[in-house]
């Protein structure tokens, strides 16, 4: 279609462009992490494409490894340039397909890459939603472990909107689940949002896992998260997604 045809254009000319939305600790009021996303405008169609749907455009017409593989080149080029500033370097948190932990070649090249770059390891988490059954266990659970191996951090995304959250805990190595943003939405309003958000806080605790709070849009919600002991933030109340040049003027101000 014409879309496809614009992604692949979009992948091999640089239309392509990742923006990072920071995480906040509010105990330090330093920011401990960014969530990295992508974006396109299409110059052929004209206008901007979400990530929701050239990301799902991608894993159907075989293009989310080559996609996944641009993400990384332009995320560690970004990370080499942050290493060589003073500013102290958050954790960067990278959305990855299931498609790509279940691809041995896309794994390969991720390690290389991360080598030939000499990115440290440690200053990378990786995000999975629970959206995939746990059927894909074995197989998932392999790339997980190399990953966490490497000393990659490993962060379950929108946690709790899929049907086997508890399970996840259990059998992956694990180290942050992400409150998500449909949970917060109705906070302070909603007596069941908060119960959900209060049970996922206690479940971070008895597991030992960070716990980040995402889509805080207002002081209210900043306000009931911390008091029921959530203190790592991310949302437009802090702030959107930035540029590169925008996140490190932000880092600026708040180290
Ligand atoms: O801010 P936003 O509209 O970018 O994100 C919409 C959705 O697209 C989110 O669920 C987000 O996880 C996903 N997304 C954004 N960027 C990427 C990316 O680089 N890779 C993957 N796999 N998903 C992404
Ligand atoms: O990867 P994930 O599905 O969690 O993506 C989060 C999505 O929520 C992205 O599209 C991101 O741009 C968006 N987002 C992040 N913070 C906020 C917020 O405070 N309010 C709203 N409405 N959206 C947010
Ligand atoms: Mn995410
Ligand atoms: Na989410």
Redesign the pocket.
């Known amino acids: 279609s014409n879309l496809v045809q614009a992604f692949h254009h979009a992948l091999k000319n640089n239309e392509l462009s990742l923006v990072f939305?920071p995480q906040i600790d509010c105990e330090t009021s330093s920011i401990t992490g960014v969530?990295v996303?992508s974006r396109w405008y299409s110059k052929q169609l004209n206008r901007a494409i979400s990530p929701l749907v050239f990301v799902q455009l991608a894993e159907k017409h075989h293009l989310i490894r080559e996609f996944s593989i641009w993400l990384l080149h332009s995320l560690f080029e970004n990370i080499s340039s942050w290493l060589k500033s003073e500013l102290p370097a958050p954790k960067f948190a990278i959305?990855l397909s299931s498609l790509n932990l279940h691809d041995p070649v896309f794994m390969k090249q991720f390690f290389q890459l991360l080598k030939n770059y000499r990115i440290p390891a440690e200053i990378l988490q990786i995000?999975i939603t629970e959206h995939i059954s746990l059927e894909f266990f074995p197989e998932d659970n392999n790339a997980l472990t190399q990953l966490k191996n490497h000393g990659i951090s490993l962060a379950i995304?929108?946690f709790g909107t899929g049907y086997s959250s508890l399970s996840y805990l259990k059998h992956l190595p694990i180290d942050t689940i992400?409150i998500d943003?449909s949970f917060i939405k109705s906070l302070p309003n909603s007596y069941s949002d908060l119960a959900i958000s209060k049970a996922i806080i206690d479940i971070g605790r008895e597991f030992n896992l960070d716990v980040v709070a995402?889509?805080?849009?207002t002081q209210a919600q900043l306000q009931l998260l911390k008091q029921h002991g959530c203190y790592h933030i991310?949302?437009?109340?802090f702030s959107e997604?930035l540029s590169a040049q925008e996140l490190k003027d932000f880092s600026q101000k708040w180290n």
């Open positions: 939305q969530e996303f959305n995000e995304d929108d992400k943003r995402e889509g805080v849009e991310q949302g437009f109340l997604p």
